[in-house]
């Protein structure tokens, strides 16, 4: 595994906890499977993933374990957290240059292989932080977004085949809520990636029910008038407040 793949990790700005699970996973992923950069080069990620997947109805029919780890515990969650841990080192991979990402393994890359001068990359750059503040500010208190949604996802981003879910919750219901953050104003793509994080989860478990959160800035007219026909989703916008205070 690379050197510098935990400096990426914590220039996202996940905790030392989430830093550190994510190096474990990826490190016994690699142990079993080989050497990940070479794997993700050679373009065998997406069987890798498949191998990784193991779904509630796979539980529920006792089928064997798909992959070469023997995970000891509940099978399915062990998988599901090896399955981000590859994940995440694949999107790390693809902001080094290191080759193309699926869009399957992770359609939410932090990063694009482009000069660091280049202007572009900088307002990426500024709206994965605003990204990246927006889930922190909501994984402190998760109610203001909705009462009674309660964050399931144990702190960190799941991994899904279409990719990363932002912030995984259970409504007051019990249903499954996907939220999707967006910084400034989103386009109409949002509805197809939020959609695709849903419909991955039915997949898994289709006695489940899900629904989704988007939250942006603003939304333009194509999105509002997408989401009014599809009432599983729901649009929330955003504020940013700033505080003054004399300097002591």
């Given at each position: 595994?690379?050197e510098?793949?935990k400096?990426w990790?914590?220039?996202?700005?996940?905790?030392?906890?989430s830093?550190?699970?994510w190096i474990?996973?990826?490190n016994?992923?690699?142990k079993?499977?080989?050497?990940?950069e070479?794997l993700?080069a050679?373009?065998?990620?997406?069987?890798?993933?498949?191998?990784?997947?193991?779904?509630?109805?796979?539980?529920?029919?006792?089928?064997?374990?798909?992959?070469?780890i023997q995970?000891?515990?509940?099978?399915?969650?062990t998988?599901?957290s090896?399955?981000?841990?590859a994940?995440?080192?694949?999107r790390?991979l693809?902001a080094a240059?290191?080759?193309?990402?699926?869009?399957g393994?992770?359609?939410q890359?932090?990063?694009?292989a482009a000069p660091?001068?280049d202007?572009?990359?900088?307002?990426?750059?500024q709206?994965?932080?605003?990204e990246?503040d927006?889930?922190?500010?909501l994984?402190?208190?998760?109610?203001?977004?909705?009462?009674?949604?309660?964050?399931?996802d144990?702190?960190?981003?799941?991994?899904?085949t279409?990719?990363?879910?932002?912030?995984?919750?259970?409504?007051?219901?019990?249903r499954?809520?996907?939220?999707?953050?967006?910084?400034?104003?989103?386009d109409?793509?949002?509805?197809?990636?939020?959609?695709?994080?849903m419909?991955d989860?039915?997949?898994d478990d289709?006695a489940?029910?899900?629904?989704g959160?988007?939250?942006?800035h603003?939304?333009?007219?194509?999105?509002?008038?997408?989401v009014?026909?599809?009432?599983?989703?729901?649009?929330?916008?955003?504020?940013?407040?700033?505080?003054?205070?004399?300097?002591?």
């Amino acid at each position: 595994m690379r050197e510098d793949y935990k400096r990426w990790l914590v220039e996202q700005g996940y905790s030392d906890q989430s830093v550190a699970g994510w190096i474990t996973c990826a490190n016994r992923v690699e142990k079993a499977y080989g050497n990940l950069e070479d794997l993700f080069a050679a373009g065998g990620y997406p069987s890798l993933i498949e191998e990784l997947t193991y779904s509630t109805e796979d539980a529920r029919r006792k089928r064997p374990n798909p992959s070469r780890i023997q995970p000891g515990g509940d099978l399915r969650k062990t998988l599901a957290s090896y399955k981000t841990g590859a994940g995440h080192y694949a999107r790390f991979l693809a902001a080094a240059g290191s080759g193309p990402l699926d869009p399957g393994i992770a359609s939410q890359t932090p990063t694009a292989a482009a000069p660091l001068i280049d202007d572009s990359a900088s307002v990426e750059k500024q709206r994965l932080s605003l990204e990246r503040d927006m889930q922190t500010a909501l994984r402190r208190d998760i109610a203001q977004l909705e009462p009674g949604l309660r964050i399931i996802d144990d702190g960190a981003e799941r991994f899904v085949t279409s990719g990363f879910i932002d912030i995984l919750c259970n409504d007051a219901e019990g249903r499954v809520v996907v939220v999707e953050l967006k910084a400034g104003k989103s386009d109409p793509r949002v509805i197809g990636q939020t959609l695709g994080y849903m419909g991955d989860l039915m997949e898994d478990d289709p006695a489940q029910t899900v629904r989704g959160i988007i939250v942006a800035h603003d939304f333009d007219q194509r999105t509002r008038s997408a989401v009014r026909a599809t009432p599983q989703l729901r649009l929330y916008t955003y504020a940013v407040a700033f505080s003054f205070r004399p300097l002591e």
